[in-house]
C-alpha cells in the first residue's frame, strides 16, 4: 500500500529524483500534459484494442470449448448458455 501511495503523492509533484530540493507540487499538471501528448493517445487506443479483441477471442474460444465437450454442435442453446 506504501508504494502505491508514494507513486500517487508523487505523481501531483515535480519531483526528480538527481534534485530533490527542487520539489514543488503542480497537481494535475502531469496529467494535463500526459493527456496532450499524442504518444499518450494512440498507446491508449492500442491498449483498449487489444483488450477487446482478446476478450472477444477468449470468449469464441470458450464457447467453442463448450461446445465441443457437451458434443452437442447442432444443439444452438449450448452455445447461447
Do not use: H
Not at 60 to 80: E, I, N, P
Amino acid at each position: 500500500m506504501y508504494p502505491f501511495a508514494l507513486g500517487l503523492y508523487y505523481s501531483f509533484t515535480d519531483y526528480w529524483l538527481q534534485f530533490p530540493k527542487r520539489f514543488r507540487f503542480i497537481w494535475f499538471g502531469n496529467y494535463i500534459g500526459l493527456l496532450n501528448r499524442p504518444l499518450f493517445s494512440r498507446a491508449l487506443e492500442f491498449t483498449i484494442g487489444y483488450s477487446l479483441v482478446a476478450v472477444i477471442i477468449q470468449v469464441g474460444l470458450d464457447s467453442l470449448w463448450r461446445c465441443s465437450c457437451t458434443r452437442t454442435f447442432q444443439d444452438v442453446r449450448c452455445c447461447a448458455r
